[in-house]
């Protein structure tokens, strides 16, 4: 019911910027909490970033300082700007979303499928 589209992902030199972004879409009343995960092949997938309707933030320890989330909850967006890239940032990028849906109300919880960013020389 609400589907979750993503680009931005590539190939970038460490020390390099990318900007990820998000656009859900379908039957949505709210979305509450918007972020972005990443996972490293063989290991679980983690929270990079999340940003509530609020504008509250938060941030995965290894990221503060060099990523910053942002949303436009008019377009049902949000954004992940990465500077100063290191290799270990390598990764699955993944958009998540959590809300309410239209007319049911009901909670929803949906992933996008998945960006790759590469950061190597």
Same mark, same amino acid.
């Given at each position: 019911? *609400?589907?979750? *589209?993503?680009?931005?992902?590539?190939?970038?030199?460490?020390? @390099?910027? #990318?900007?990820?972004?998000?656009?859900? &879409?379908?039957?949505? +009343?709210?979305? !509450? *909490?918007?972020? /972005?995960?990443? +996972?490293?092949?063989?290991?679980?997938?983690?929270?990079?970033?999340?940003? $509530? &309707? @609020?504008?509250? $933030?938060?941030?995965?320890?290894?990221?503060?300082?060099?990523? $910053?989330?942002?949303?436009? !909850?008019?377009?049902n967006?949000?954004?992940?700007?990465?500077?100063? #890239?290191?290799?270990?940032?390598?990764? *699955?990028?993944?958009?998540?979303?959590?809300? #309410?849906?239209?007319?049911?109300?009901?909670?929803?919880?949906? /992933?996008?499928?998945g $960006?790759?960013?590469?950061? &190597?020389?």
């Amino acid at each position: 019911q *609400v589907q979750l *589209v993503e680009s931005g992902g590539g190939l970038v030199q460490p020390g @390099g910027s #990318l900007r990820l972004s998000c656009a859900a &879409s379908g039957s949505i +009343r709210a979305i !509450n *909490v918007m972020g /972005w995960y990443r +996972r490293v092949r063989g290991k679980p997938r983690e929270l990079v970033a999340s940003i $509530t &309707s @609020g504008g509250a $933030t938060n941030y995965h320890d290894s990221v503060k300082g060099r990523f $910053t989330i942002s949303r436009d !909850n008019a377009k049902n967006a949000v954004a992940l700007q990465m500077n100063s #890239l290191k290799s270990e940032d390598t990764a *699955v990028y993944y958009c998540h979303a959590e809300g #309410l849906v239209a007319g049911t109300g009901e909670d929803f919880g949906s /992933w996008g499928q998945g $960006t790759e960013v590469i950061v &190597s020389s």
